[in-house]
């Protein structure tokens, strides 16, 4: 009868100042800022239940699966973290575990398609890699051209890419009549039709002669009606949501 050698893995406690992110893990999407705070107060008050899967290569420590419970722990100044080390494992076998790990996670087909990008960027950085943009979107379960949209977004906006990566969502309406997306192939259609209007290249815009004294007979009204210090009030409020990083002189 066959044998099955098992990979040796065993359990440390780690100091958290030795240890390295392995860059698979890197490409993977990072918690929400609520799920995050969530599980370093679960820490804070029950320990570190689950360990974190560290590999162990040249004498280097590369966590591949647990770094928002090493930043937990790190945030919670704890100077040690407990973890189950593999010492055996080849990287290939690292980057299938962490895509694996992933696929459980039920990331959205806007998250895959990402990973997928990511992966083929440290891929094409590889020299003797030749994998195809094909092969790399099929391990995830995506379409090649998702991931090519992911690309060109990645060109456009890449500020957009690590908001989608995230879990959060993009709108192409307005701010009256909101129209909130992931789909990569909608958001590079509306940033290329759009200018850039919501990505940081804001259109210039003018108001008309009649609009300027629309708004001057509407501000009279207020201070009619409210007093001065009322209508101050209300246009250091709308000044402070149009330039938040700008205040009105007092």
Avoid at 190 to 205: A, I, L, M, N, Q
Wanted: proline share 3%; hydrophobic share 35%; glycine share 4%.
């Amino acid at each position: 009868m066959a044998t099955i050698q098992q990979k040796e893995k065993h359990m440390e406690q780690i100091k958290v100042s030795d240890l390295l992110t392995h860059r698979y893990a890197e490409i993977t999407p990072n918690m929400i800022e609520a799920q995050f705070e969530a599980l370093k107060l679960d820490i804070e008050q029950n320990g570190q239940l689950e360990p974190i899967k560290v590999w162990k290569h040249k004498n280097k420590l590369y966590v591949y699966d647990g770094r928002h419970r090493l930043k937990s722990i790190k945030e919670l100044g704890l100077e040690t973290i407990k973890a189950e080390v593999d010492d055996k494992a080849t990287e290939e076998e690292i980057k299938t575990r962490v895509k694996s790990l992933e696929n459980r996670r039920h990331q959205t087909p806007t998250q895959l398609a990402i990973m997928a990008f990511k992966e083929y960027k440290l891929l094409s950085e590889d020299d003797d890699s030749k994998e195809s943009q094909e092969s790399v979107a099929k391990r995830y379960g995506i379409s090649r051209r998702n991931l090519a949209e992911v690309k060109t977004l990645s060109e456009r906006a890449p500020e957009l890419v690590d908001i989608l990566f995230n879990g959060d969502k993009f709108n192409t309406g307005t701010a009256t009549n909101p129209c909130f997306t992931n789909n990569i192939r909608v958001i590079n259609a509306f940033v290329k039709d759009d200018t850039y209007s919501r990505v940081g290249k804001p259109k210039e815009c003018k108001l008309s002669q009649e609009e300027l004294e629309f708004l001057e007979t509407e501000a009279m009204k207020i201070i009619a009606e409210h007093g001065t210090s009322t209508a101050m009030d209300l246009a250091k409020r709308l000044f402070g949501i149009l330039k938040p990083t700008e205040e009105l002189p007092s």
